[in-house]
């Protein structure tokens, strides 16, 4: 099993920065990628990064590219989500996730773990 805990949300106006961290525990030498997703209030969970945890390869929603990076530090076996720009639109809760095979990456059907989520609120 993995666990993962998220921390970093908060409250922040639009234009500014927040930063995510993901700390993973447990069988982390499992784990093949580490993701974020969110989910605002009414709607569905949707994908917002991935990053793979042994290379270098990175994805993002088109929504958010440009404004977020995300990154690991393996040694802590910590992933990060920097998120810049930051729009009202981007308020939701954001959750970590964890899988151990390659696939879709933006599906999070193929996620075997998940955090329990960070609240972030942009204000206009």
């Known amino acids: 099993q993995v666990q993962l805990v998220e921390s970093g949300g908060g409250l922040v106006q639009a234009g500014g920065s927040l930063r995510l961290s993901c700390a993973a525990s447990?069988?982390?030498?499992?784990?093949?990628?580490m993701g974020w997703f969110r989910q605002a209030p009414g709607k569905e969970r949707e994908f917002v990064a991935s990053?793979?945890?042994?290379?270098?390869?990175?994805y993002y929603a088109d929504s958010v590219k440009g404004r977020f990076t995300i990154s690991r530090d393996n040694a802590k076996n910590t992933v990060y989500l920097q998120m810049n720009s930051l729009k009202p639109e981007d308020t939701a809760v954001y959750y970590c996730?964890?899988?151990?095979?390659?696939?879709?990456?933006?599906?999070?059907?193929?996620?075997?773990?998940w955090g329990q989520g960070t609240q972030v609120t942009v204000s206009s």
């Open positions: 996730a964890g899988r151990t095979s390659p696939g879709t990456y933006y599906s999070s059907a193929g996620y075997n773990y």
């Open positions: 447990g069988r982390t030498f499992s784990i093949y990628a």
């Open positions: 990053i793979q945890w042994g290379g270098s390869s990175t």
